[in-house]
């Protein structure tokens, strides 16, 4: 594990694709996490297994302030203990039954997680605004080779022709693929937002067939 | 109005779930598609020589493609899932429509490659399935842009029914839906319409019911 | 991993029925075999050295083994109890291991979550206890005095009932369960889920029913037995890790889940172990 890279807020995802009572996957370095926010919009992120049978939590269902596993129904606290266990409906579980828990944060519209405990608060990108999400199947050198640009995991400004200029906010994942964050300065309208979208598939166009070439040997 | 019917089959389920969210009655007409081939068998042949289900039967009228038979439920008990008939609404509901086919032949094959064990490529297949899976969630994401939750407009129409159910199923076939939050989205406000139902590998939502009892230290 | 326990049981290979001359091409424990007709019409396992391998027809389907097999197929006396009707409900694929696929076939507390309004439903969520021993003369995990309520417990039930169960493993990757019979009070309908372990993490599942039924079309019935078991398929597919944790630590247990705890000491003590994790990761 790059326990180094533990103590660091990671962007998983957009406040916007995770609306009250759902539940999301995402992943760290640390291995893939279940994201959930709660019926009074409080986030939650723990560890995507639920510890009865290994189930991924990430498929459970929310209902009030907690989740639940879809394959029993056990049910968990936002602080990863466990509440509830349907087939012994009288039985309160023991304090030992819990799902391990992230730090999570939300900041100008990312959902942030860290594995550890960071010392600081997410960044915050002024001026900017949230617009999706991208897997792209290219690391970071096929990324820097389409737009010309380093592609710093802390983001990077990127002009397409006929778009806005764009901030990317880079994950790499440990498949090797990179979750891509795009942001659009605040004041885009509808059509500029769309011709942003356009524009970061485009990119993701050019990295992968780069990334291919290179995988050639 | 009879529906030649094989329960696993997502094609099937469009019509099963169409007619659902319609209030339409079907007489089900359950076909051993696995592992008897009866939809290769000389009665439904005769029906259907495209050797294909769904088949919906009505009176005089035999329908053998899904989205012919989303649009006859529609006109016949709910005209709304058509859309408003303005031009650009009539054309992205047809263009869903056709591109609904490319997900049964990319999906819709791995999944039977994968489940069933059917011939077929199945690294093309998830490719093409990805694809256009990438294609969904940008257009998903540009509706929304447009202030519309739906594929057509800001509410359902059969688009989204030819749409939803090989997708919704990918993962049966090996083809994660984790990377498309756009579509995520999408899918969930479909799974929470009234009326809707679900076929095996799409779970109920728990959440749209209470919880039954109180959790203990709540109590 | 020793797999050599496991090595000499029989799996389920192919339906008879649909088998022909031309035959089905397979794999058995990572083993690519082939099995077809006969000029007899009887059928035939051949591994891919030509090695001709032990064959087995019983219960509609065709049974080998890569070893050697000490005992018959194992016995279950209902196949040859007259009235019932016998249904191959067809193969399907999981990307899971086959002791996993077994596991949730035994497990009910799931019923409300994933075959909700079918074979369970909320609030009906409590397992009551119930009897779980390892017959030692039969060497088989069995469950015994079980009991849920179900919304629609079989395709010839209608409305709600409590249904009893018993559950019964004969062999690694087997098991067959009897549940009340609707139509028939006194009677069980028997369900088998008859495993191939493909690999230790790709299974073909191939679910056998002997029913008392005369009502209810066959396509129903196979139709009904599908739909349950593609609803676990989906949970299948995705509990980390692939293999069945055998190390307790793993996983949490409760009383509901003794079956379980039984099925997993009984493939322990008989080193049954190619689909299971042995050490924590």
């Known amino acids: 594990m790059l326990s180094d890279k533990t103590d660091t807020w990671v962007p998983v995802a957009l406040s916007q694709d995770l609306p009250t009572g759902q539940a999301m996957p995402a992943r760290t370095l640390a291995g893939p996490i279940a994201l959930w926010r709660s019926q009074s919009g409080r986030l939650a992120a723990s560890a995507d297994r639920c510890p009865h049978r290994g189930m991924r939590l990430s498929h459970g269902f929310v209902r009030g302030e907690a989740l639940s596993c879809i394959y029993h129904g056990w049910t968990y606290s936002q602080a990863g203990r466990c509440l509830r266990i349907p087939a012994h409906p009288s039985l309160t579980p023991p304090e030992t039954i819990r799902v391990a828990t992230r730090s999570v944060e939300e900041a100008g519209g990312i959902v942030w997680v860290a594995d550890g405990e960071p010392d600081g608060k997410p960044p915050l990108f002024e001026g900017y605004v949230p617009l999706r999400s991208l897997t792209v199947r290219a690391g970071g050198s096929a990324l820097s080779a389409a737009t010309g640009t380093k592609a710093a995991v802390e983001g990077f400004v990127w002009r397409a022709p006929g778009a806005p200029a764009i901030r990317l906010l880079p994950v790499p994942q440990e498949t090797g693929e990179t979750l891509i964050h795009v942001l659009v300065p605040a004041d885009c309208g509808v059509s500029e937002r769309v011709a942003a979208s356009r524009a970061a598939e485009s990119l993701r166009r050019m990295a992968e067939r780069i990334e291919a070439k290179e995988a050639v040997p | 109005m009879r529906l030649y019917d094989y329960v696993l089959s997502p094609s099937c389920y469009k019509v099963r779930l169409m007619a659902a969210l319609s209030g339409v009655k079907l007489e089900i007409r359950p076909v051993d598609f696995h592992p008897g081939a009866e939809h290769r068998g000389p009665e439904l042949m005769a029906l259907n020589p495209g050797g294909s289900i769904p088949i919906l039967e009505d009176g005089d009228l035999i329908l053998t493609e899904s989205s012919a038979m989303l649009g006859y439920l529609a006109a016949k008990a709910a005209p709304a899932w058509l859309g408003s008939g303005a031009p650009e609404e009539t054309a992205r509901i047809q263009q869903w429509l056709s591109f609904s086919h490319r997900l049964t032949a990319s999906l819709g094959g791995a999944r039977l490659h994968e489940m069933l064990l059917r011939p077929g490529d199945i690294g093309a297949l998830q490719a093409n399935g990805i694809a256009a899976l990438r294609e969904l969630e940008a257009g998903l994401f540009e509706q929304k842009m447009r202030g519309n939750r739906f594929l057509a407009c800001d509410r359902p129409t059969i688009a989204d029914i030819a749409c939803f159910p090989y997708v919704a199923l990918a993962p049966d076939g090996g083809v994660s839906l984790d990377p498309y939050p756009t579509i995520r989205l999408w899918s969930r406000a479909l799974r929470s319409l009234d009326n809707f139902i679900e076929m095996p590998g799409i779970h109920r939502l728990h959440e749209l019911k209470p919880e039954p009892r109180p959790c203990p230290d709540e109590a | ?281």
């Open chain 3, 1 to 281: 991993m020793n797999d050599d326990a496991m090595r000499d049981e029989w799996y389920p290979v192919g339906l008879f029925s649909q088998l022909d001359r031309g035959g089905r091409e397979t794999t058995l424990m990572g083993a690519p075999i082939k099995v077809a007709l006969d000029a007899n019409g009887a059928a035939k396992v051949t591994g891919e050295d030509g090695r001709v391998l032990p064959v087995s027809v019983r219960y509609g389907h065709i049974w080998s083994s890569l070893g050697e097999p000490r005992k018959p197929v194992f016995p279950i006396p209902e196949a040859d109890q007259p009235g019932r009707r016998f249904v191959d409900v067809g193969v399907v694929r999981v990307r899971c291991s086959p002791l996993r696929a077994v596991e949730n076939f035994l497990d009910i507390a799931h019923f409300p979550f994933v075959h909700t309004d079918i074979l369970g439903s909320e609030p009906h969520t409590e397992v009551e206890d119930y009897k779980v021993e390892i017959r030692e003369e039969e060497d088989e995990v069995w469950a015994t005095q079980v009991k849920f309520y179900q919304p629609q417990a079989a395709k010839s039930a209608s409305g709600g009932i409590t249904t009893e169960y018993m559950y019964r493993v004969p062999a690694p990757t087997c098991s067959v369960l009897y549940k009340t019979c609707p139509p028939r009070p006194g009677e069980w309908d028997v369900i088998a889920l008859f495993v191939q372990p493909l690999a230790e993490d790709l299974c073909d599942v191939w679910p056998w029913m002997a029913l008392f039924d005369d009502e209810t079309p066959l396509t129903d019935l196979i139709h009904f037995q599908q739909t349950i078991f593609l609803q676990d398929r989906s949970i299948l597919e995705n509990q980390i890790p692939r293999l069945l944790p055998l190390d307790p630590g793993m996983e949490i247990p409760t009383r509901a889940d003794l079956t379980s705890v039984a099925y997993r000491r009984w493939l322990k003590r008989h080193n049954y172990t190619y689909g299971a994790q042995l050490v924590a990761q």
